[in-house]
């Protein structure tokens, strides 16, 4: 299985952005796709998951500003943030929950002050 995030950039603090993550392969294999972050000089971090019934977890640090949402159709999993700020810029991923062996480029997610 192949998962790869974009949607990143540049975004001014309270801003929005959504990433997209498109699943390819053996996906009946997935049960959960998490969405994982690695900000410079930090381990990286499992900051939202949904099931394939579409049950959703997140981190603390997220709760309320993030929303994660899966069209099962198009085998791609979103990952909504609003209210961003500087804290949450890092290179953002996705993979399973939990995490194969295999990590896709990630996408950068900047907030500016």
């Known amino acids: 299985v192949q998962l790869q995030a974009s949607g990143g950039g540049l975004v001014q603090a309270g801003g929005s952005l959504r990433l997209s993550c498109v699943a390819s392969?053996?996906?009946?294999?997935?049960?959960?796709i998490g969405w994982y972050r690695q900000a410079p000089g930090k381990q990286r971090e499992l900051v939202a998951s949904?099931?394939?019934?579409?049950?959703?977890n997140y981190a603390d640090s997220v709760k309320g500003r993030f929303t994660t949402s899966r069209d099962s159709g198009k085998n791609t999993v979103y990952l909504q943030m609003n209210s961003l700020n500087v804290e949450d810029t890092a290179v953002y991923y996705c993979?399973?929950?939990?995490?194969?062996?295999?990590w896709g480029q990630g996408t950068q997610v900047t907030v500016s002050s």
């Open positions: 949904i099931s394939s019934g579409a049950s959703t």
């Open positions: 993979n399973a929950d939990p995490p194969g062996p295999a």
């Open positions: 392969g053996n996906t009946f294999r997935i049960n959960a």
